[in-house]
């Protein structure tokens, strides 16, 4: 055991009404995709609606009664530990088992293999859904298979890997990224998954490797039982800065039309806001400011007089001084934008200062401009 695994586990007896209470986490990936947010701190504690992505995860599991959880952590471990704590704000127990060099997501699961016993949830620390996963249990534990699936519909099935599935709904092959000639349904990976313990003598230890093309290729080759569990709501990965500034707009709107204060701010009665918008606390709004929703002000973040802000997220302590304006951005961390800038669909990194009169088409000069010199 390593300094990072917290406590022991209490074994629960296969078949115990306990079965539900345990669920992994795959929270070790580098986030590229996601760059340059994730230059300074790991996409699994991004802020959504200015609470850790994690947090988000950790509650729709608390709901469904799930009492402990694993994280497997590889890239900025100690930044996620510091964060996440031990989980008893949540009313859980976290514990973190560390991959000394990533493991691939089925390679990180075998790794967190002393932690596990009875039925498991899996869970991609990257995705924010309204999937029943009650239900998804339930139909598990109905079924019993090796593995259950939740499978999400997409638009456009040929950018994900597709999971088809025959009449009971056992899963029959997965095939990655098609064209569209070999679309044979719209239902892909939701990237959460029920696992029996089993199922993890396929994974090699101590060896990269990942469920989609290893073990389950593997499960269906040697005909273990593999049940899709077709799912409606609301499911998106936050895999990119679009998809991540497009989750916390699409929060904010389910939350209702209004302005969400945390905390004490100081807005001035002559500042616009249109709602939804949310405000961290300590921010401050000047007169002439206008903030069109849906909208998130992390905590201590300033907008100056006549300035502009609209369908964007900012991070804690963002300046926004007189007269800029920001359309569909995301701004990270501290960063300044001075007088009089104008910048649409931009992503900023963390303590990045954007120089005055800055315009829309200067402001797109590749994102590692953007990046912090600390980063
Ligand atoms: P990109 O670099 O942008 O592709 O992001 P990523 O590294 O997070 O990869 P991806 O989105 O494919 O990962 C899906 C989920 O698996 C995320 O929650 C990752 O944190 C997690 N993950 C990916 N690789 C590993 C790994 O090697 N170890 C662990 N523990 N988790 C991983």
Redesign the pocket.
């Known amino acids: 055991m390593t300094d990072w695994e917290i406590a022991l586990i209490i074994p629960i007896p296969p078949g115990s009404k306990e079965e539900r209470t345990k669920a992994v986490i ?9 760059r340059p947010l994730t230059c300074g701190m790991p ?2 504690i991004v802020p959504v609606l200015n609470r850790p992505l994690l947090e988000h995860i950790l509650l729709n599991l608390v709901k469904i009664g799930v009492k402990e959880v694993v994280l ?3 890239h900025m471990p100690d930044a996620i530990r510091d964060k996440m704590g031990d989980g008893s704000q949540y009313g859980i127990r976290l514990y973190y088992v560390h ?1 000394e060099t ?4 089925s ?2 699961i075998k790794n967190a293999e002393r932690f596990l016993d009875g039925p498991f949830f899996v869970f ?3 995705i924010l859904t309204t999937i029943n996963l009650d239900d998804m249990a339930k139909r598990h534990l109905e079924v019993r298979p090796k593995v259950t699936i939740a499978l999400t519909p997409v638009e456009n099935p040929i950018m994900y890997g597709i999971v088809e599935t025959d009449e009971h709904g056992m899963v029959q092959r997965f095939v990655e990224k098609p064209t569209w000639d070999k679309v044979t349904t719209n239902l892909i990976n939701a ?1 959460i998954y029920i696992l029996e313990t089993d199922v993890l003598k396929y994974i090699p230890p101590g060896t ?1 490797s990942m469920f989609e093309n290893y073990v389950f290729p593997k499960l269906l080759e040697v005909g273990e039982p593999f049940l899709g569990y077709p799912a409606d709501g609301y499911w998106i ?1 936050i ?1 990119t800065p679009e998809k991540y500034l497009k989750v916390n707009l699409d929060l904010l709107e389910q939350r209702g039309k209004s302005i969400f204060t945390e905390g004490e701010s100081r807005i001035d009665p002559a500042a616009e806001i249109e709602p939804p918008v949310l405000i961290g606390s300590g921010c401050d709004i000047a007169a002439g400011a206008k903030i069109k929703g849906p909208a998130v002000l992390g905590p201590g973040c300033t907008i100056a007089e006549n300035a502009n802000i609209e369908n964007s997220v900012l991070w804690e302590g963002v300046r926004i001084c007189t007269g800029s304006s920001i359309k569909k951005c995301v701004i990270g961390e501290r960063s300044y934008v001075q007088e009089d800038c104008r910048l649409e669909d931009c992503i900023l990194g963390a303590y990045v200062v954007v120089g005055k009169g800055t315009t829309e088409w200067e402001a797109k000069i590749p994102p590692k401009t953007f990046v912090s010199p600390r980063t």
């Open positions: 795959l929270a070790g990936g580098k986030g590229t995709r996601l996409k699994p497997t952590v590889s991959e990533a493991l691939g997501t390679g990180a991609n620390g990257d990237g990269p990965d895999g």
